[in-house]
């Protein structure tokens, strides 16, 4: 499909809308089975399901701040990224990597402020764990940010190894 077709943009845009849905859905799904900071052990040692509330960005960065000053930067900060998505997809997106790329960071996106603006936090459920190391729980919207940055990445080393 080429950047020129009209219903490119469509397309792109029905990739934020259907991951949009599946994040709300599955943290809507989580918030009703499990109480807040409930944990199911899926794999003991390796994955659990949780439901925790972040109130700060991504993998807990400025969660134990209360500041009003950060909830509205957090805020700030994801409509701009969203206003910059939306403009980069309007304006036409070179390769399928890149708009796959970019409707997956705007459904994410979406989602997360979706329950910053309703909640003043994230729900995370995604829990897991290597022996000692853990990493931060997480949710969908977080996945899908990250495989659209990864996807956006792939089409700039794309590019650069063709020039």
């Known amino acids: 499909m080429s950047p020129q077709q009209p219903d490119s943009r469509g397309f792109y845009l029905s990739i934020a809308f259907v991951t949009l849905l599946l994040d709300q859905l599955t943290k809507w799904l989580v918030t009703r ?84 603006l309703r909640a003043g936090s994230v729900v995370d459920f995604l829990d897991f764990h290597l022996g000692r190391y853990h990493w931060p729980a997480f949710n969908l919207a977080d996945s899908a940010v990250v495989l659209g940055a990864v996807a956006l990445m792939i089409e700039v080393l794309r590019h650069r190894k063709e020039a």
């Open 33 to 116: 089975q499990l109480e807040l900071g409930e944990i199911h052990r899926v794999l003991p040692g390796v994955f659990n399901f949780t439901h925790l509330q972040n109130r700060g960005a991504a993998f807990g960065l400025f969660a134990d701040s209360d500041s009003s000053t950060v909830q509205a930067l957090l805020i700030a900060f994801s409509v701009a990224a969203l206003i910059l998505v939306l403009f980069l997809l309007w304006r036409g997106v070179a390769s399928a990597w890149a708009g796959w790329g970019l409707g997956l960071i705007l459904g994410g996106a979406l989602g997360n402020l979706i329950d910053r």
